[in-house]
């Protein structure tokens, strides 16, 4: 990561906390976690809350190409430097609420390094229904999380029919995190 996309993270982080909700990008680790299971020949990606673009690299670095990968970020400075850090990257500046209206269909999986949990319900319920839209059958939702439990809240889970597994625990991130990967039962 450059020292100037960090510098503009931190600085975002500080003038809205509630919004960024990280002590720092993920790292490498953390990334390389979410973007395990995706298929480079596997057609479109959503993106959430792509902030600076490290696990927007992470994917790339997959071999996915840059058109086929939709990032929402609703922060006009990180959108700015999503497009200039990633040629071709399909930018949303829009509020993740509303990723099911993106005009782009059979999704293979949704990346999200939004912080759910800190989100009003009604926002979560609004996410996910999004997802169940846009994926494919069988396509995941992928969302890391600090704290011990699922990070989507029990109320969504059980309306949507969300079934989830989720990874060991990665140490070296700050803090330690895991990813979940929810699906629609059925
Ligand atoms: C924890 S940071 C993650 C940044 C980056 N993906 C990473 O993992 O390093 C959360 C990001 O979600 C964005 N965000 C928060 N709420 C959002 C919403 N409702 N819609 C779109 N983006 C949102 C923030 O602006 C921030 O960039």
Same mark, same amino acid.
């Given at each position: 990561m450059a020292s100037s996309d960090f510098a503009l993270f931190m600085g975002q982080l500080l003038r809205k906390p509630h919004q960024v909700v990280a002590l720092a990008p993920s790292s490498a680790g953390l990334c390389a976690e979410m973007v395990?299971?995706? /298929? =480079? /020949? %596997?057609g479109p990606v959503i993106e959430l $809350? +792509? %902030? &600076?673009g490290n696990i927007t690299r992470a994917i790339l670095g &997959? $071999?996915? #190409? +840059?058109?086929?990968c939709h990032s929402i970020e609703m922060n006009p400075e990180f959108c700015d430097r999503l497009r200039e850090n990633f040629p071709g990257l399909n930018v949303h500046r829009m509020s993740a609420g509303d990723c099911g209206d993106l005009e782009v269909a059979d999704v293979q999986a949704v990346i999200s390094g939004l912080p759910l949990l800190s989100m009003p319900t009604q926002l979560q319920r609004d996410i996910l229904t999004g997802f169940a839209r846009k994926v494919? =059958? %069988?396509g995941d939702y992928v969302q890391f999380t600090y %704290? #011990?439990? #699922? =990070?989507?809240t029990k109320i969504v889970r059980e309306e949507l029919n969300l079934t989830w597994r989720k990874s060991d625990k990665i140490w070296w991130n700050m803090p330690p995190a895991r990813v979940y990967r929810f699906r629609q039962a059925g």
């Open positions: 395990a299971e995706l /298929d =480079p /020949d %596997g $809350g +792509a %902030g &600076t &997959t $071999g996915l #190409p +840059a058109e086929q494919r =059958p %069988g %704290g #011990p439990k #699922p =990070p989507v």
